[in-house]
Structure formats: C-alpha cells, structure tokens
Antibody, heavy 118, light 108 residues
C-alpha cells in the first residue's frame, strides 16, 4: 500500500525556519518525482515545490523562491522541505504528494500544519 | 507562468442534477489537465487525468473533456457524496503545476 506521511509542522515565529519531512513507502521512491502542495486555512490548493526522481531538477512557486528548498534522500525514501524566512502567509497545511506515471498527483499524505505567528 | 481560471467558484445543486465545471488556461496546455475532488478535512483525490481519462475506482458519472485552453468536468447525476470542492490542475510545465481556485458544489 502506497503511503506518504508528513511530519515536522508546528508553530513558528515569523522569520524563523522549519524543516518538513515526508516518509514514503509502498512504491519505488526513486522512480517518481515528488511535490509539496499547501492549503491555507479555508483556501484553495497551492503547488509549492517539486523535485525530479534523481534531484536533477527542482521548481518552486514564485512566492517561496529563495526561501524554501526541496530535497530528497532516495536511500531513505524521504522528501524534505526546508523553509527559511517564514512569513504569516506561509501558514498552511502542507501536503507531500507523489507524482504519478502520467503527469498527475496520485497519492497525497494527510498533511502537516505549519503556523507562522508571533 | 500558466494560470488556471475555474468557474463558477461555487454552485448549488440537487441530487440527480447534471453539473458542469469549467477550467481555462491562459495558454495552450494540450491535454495536460487533471481534476481533483476534496472533501472537508480530507486530502484531495484524483478524479480525471490527461483531460479525459478516468482514474481507476472513480465512478463513471464523472467525465472530463477539452484540450488546448478550455476544459470541462461533468458529473452526470450528482450523488450525495459528490458535494465537495473540485480543482483543476495543469501539468504542462515540467514540475511546475498550478491549480485553479476551486469550485465548491453545495446542496441546493
């Protein structure tokens, strides 16, 4: 059974850092690109960052460029999101998402909540 | 950047109704268009990929169509479990996939 499980969320002050992790199982992790998608309270879905299967390519939404870094460790079947310089507008539920074989998201975690507030 | 515009932002319907949601891209995305359903407090679920392909396990009352810039999600006969929020998503730009703002389907 495919599973992706996020961790690392919490309450953090503006300007501070947080690192999210995602543990994947049930599939060949290094065969697939992975992504982070977030959802602010009561709002829609926002794609945040994506990384190719071999870490050769990464991409970010403009609002997090230069502050967030996506990475993966294929030996550990894990995905990460290093978030620096956090802002109130980064408050959201962050989902770890597996990319499917044909350019779609086929498996989502349950999310980890990040709250940026003083 | 590719922007996705969904309409309407919300709609009211009754069980048994035919429901149509549209999604428009600001440039051609061929058929790189997916649809997701999200119920409150749950993670999104893939319904349709590549504009018109039904994900395994999704009821056949859901269908998708379109190509280029204009796309449609249709629910042929709305069921109680279909009251949810629906999102379109483009996957044309490698690794940079944007969502529409969502359409909330509510009980009339």
């Amino acid at each position: 059974e495919v599973q992706v499980v996020e961790s690392g969320g919490g309450l953090v002050q503006p300007g501070r850092s947080l690192r999210l992790s995602c543990a994947a199982s049930g599939f060949t992790f290094d065969d697939y690109a992975m992504h982070w998608v977030r959802q602010a309270p009561g709002k829609g879905l926002e794609w945040v960052a994506g990384i190719s299967w071999n870490s050769g390519s990464m991409a970010y939404v403009d609002s997090v460029k230069g502050r967030f870094t996506i990475s993966r460790d294929n030996a550990k079947n894990s995905l990460y999101l290093q978030m620096n310089g956090l802002r109130a507008e980064d408050t959201a539920l962050y989902y770890c998402v597996k990319e499917g074989p044909s350019e779609f998201f086929d498996y989502w975690g349950q999310g980890t909540l990040v709250t940026v507030s003083s | 950047d590719i922007q996705m515009t969904q309409s309407p932002s919300s709609l009211s319907a009754s069980v048994g109704d035919r429901v149509t949601i549209t999604c428009r891209a600001n440039q051609s995305i061929s058929t790189f268009l997916n649809w997701y359903q999200q119920n409150p407090g749950k993670a999104p679920k893939l319904l349709i990929y590549a504009a018109s392909s039904l994900q395994s396990g999704v009821p056949s009352r859901f269908s998708g169509s379109g190509s280029g810039t204009d796309f449609t999600l249709t629910i042929s006969s709305l069921q109680p479990e279909d009251f949810a929020t629906y999102y379109c998503q483009q996957s044309y730009s490698t690794l940079t996939w944007t969502f529409g703002h969502g359409t909330k389907v509510e009980v009339k």
